[in-house]
């Protein structure tokens, strides 16, 4: 049987191993005679010592996974009341591209969680988040096709017999770019 004296272990790589001693004790103690008893006593009694940083570290993360999940249902209302704000007749689309992207960073920062408490919440987040990328989605979409068009009218004036109004043209053409919308 491998020591346990002086090893620094991992709390759940401990907690395994004292579980394992465990179930090594019951296999090996049936049928051991007499006194059994008093011996299982004493080494449960050292396996609940040796277990007491487990449990503490287990407490800590058990605090970590509760605040990240507060923090959690945090971003997700402000992400929603963000989404309420918008005018989505004329979004500021930067902003919108931005706030979906920052609240999936910070979503990830707040993890670990626990999977049972946190899976309504990460639903509604995907939900949420899924919305608004089909939104921005959608708007990429019309963008492309109007930067799109705008291409092929500048490659139809290379074609044009008349320079200075192709050139002039092709200059209308790139400041209509430079007012067309994010695209991917």
């Not at 999940?69 to 009341?81: C, I, K, P, T, V």
């Not at 990830?108 to 899924?130: C, I, M, W, Y």
Request: net charge neutral.
């Amino acid at each position: 049987m491998e020591s346990l004296v002086g090893a620094t272990l991992h709390p759940a790589a401990l907690a395994r191993q004292i579980k394992h001693l465990q179930e090594q004790w019951r296999t090996l103690s049936k049928g051991a005679g007499e006194d059994v008893e008093s011996e299982w006593q004493r080494f449960h009694e050292a396996a609940q010592k040796a277990f007491q940083p487990c449990r503490e570290y287990f407490e800590a993360q058990d605090e970590v996974k509760k605040e990240n999940l507060r923090q959690r249902g945090l971003l997700f209302e402000r992400l929603l009341a963000f989404e309420g704000r918008q005018n989505w007749e004329e979004p500021d689309w930067r902003t919108v591209i931005t706030a979906v992207r920052e609240a999936k960073q910070l979503w990830r920062q707040h993890a670990p969680v626990d999977a049972a408490a946190g899976e309504e919440l990460q639903s509604k987040f995907n939900e949420l988040t899924a919305t608004l990328q089909s939104r921005i989605d959608a708007e990429y979409a019309r963008n492309v096709k109007q930067k799109q068009s705008l291409i092929e009218r500048a490659r139809a004036q290379a074609a044009s017999s008349d320079s200075r109004t192709a050139v002039d043209e092709v200059k209308r053409l790139q400041e209509k770019w430079q007012s067309v919308g994010p695209v991917p």
